[in-house]
């Protein structure tokens, strides 16, 4: 049985930083493109970052390009996000997502697993 979990969220003043973490279970995350998105409120949800299996290439959405960083740790099985100079804008519920099949992909669709996500709030 395949589960992603997500943890590190929480309230963070504008300016701040945040790492979330994406523990998997059930696959190896060397064997997916692992990516990131978010979930505003009444909004759909958003690619945020990608890495691929190799975790050579990372893909950033323009809005996070510069603040936040996507690595991943194969011997703890984790895939990380993290989040710098978090803007009021960055507030949403964040996911982890694993691809079984493409090289990586910036659409839903792409993604054969799901985390629950966790909630990420910047205060201005």
């Known amino acids: 049985q395949v589960q992603l979990v997500e943890s590190g969220g929480g309230l963070v003043q504008a300016g701040g930083s945040l790492r979330l973490s994406c523990a998997a279970s059930?696959?190896?995350?060397?064997?997916?493109?692992m990516g990131w998105f978010r979930q505003a409120p009444g909004k759909e949800r958003d690619f945020v970052a990608v890495v691929t299996r190799t975790g050579r290439v990372t893909v950033y959405a323009d809005s996070v390009k510069g603040r936040f960083t996507i690595s991943r740790d194969d011997g703890k099985n984790m895939v990380y996000l993290s989040m710098n100079s978090l803007k009021p804008e960055d507030t949403a519920v964040y996911y982890c997502?694993?691809?079984?099949?493409?090289?990586?992909?910036?659409?839903?669709?792409?993604?054969?697993?799901w985390g629950q996500g966790t909630q990420v709030t910047v205060s201005s």
């Open positions: 997502a694993a691809d079984a099949t493409t090289l990586y992909s910036m659409r839903e669709s792409g993604y054969d697993y």
């Open positions: 059930g696959l190896t995350v060397s064997n997916y493109a």
